[in-house]
């Protein structure tokens, strides 16, 4: 989902899977796979580098942040469990 902004100002989430066409009259227009139009504030430069960006970011998987200090990654815990070979 991508964040626009209606004429009104009021931000909106767009599905970008559902952009069918994106038009350039005075406005910015947005024809949605259902028919639906509607009109936002950014350009089609913008919601094409939105939509860019969040393809982007799908593709790039979850993103695995390290403690600095750490190498290898997080530490494992041990599980407080005894197996049953312990036990």
Do not use: C, W, Y
Not at 45 to 61: E, Y
């Amino acid at each position: 989902m991508i964040q626009l902004t209606r004429l009104n100002n009021q931000p909106m989430m767009v599905n970008s899977d559902l952009i069918k066409f994106v038009e350039k009259a005075p406005d910015t227009v947005l024809t949605l796979l259902t028919g639906e139009k509607v009109i936002v504030l950014e350009s089609a430069d913008t919601v094409l580098a939105k939509i860019v960006a969040f393809r982007q970011s799908i593709l790039a998987g979850p993103q695995v942040q390290v403690s600095p200090g750490t190498v290898g990654g997080p530490p494992v815990v041990p599980s407080p469990h005894k197996s049953a070979e312990e036990s």
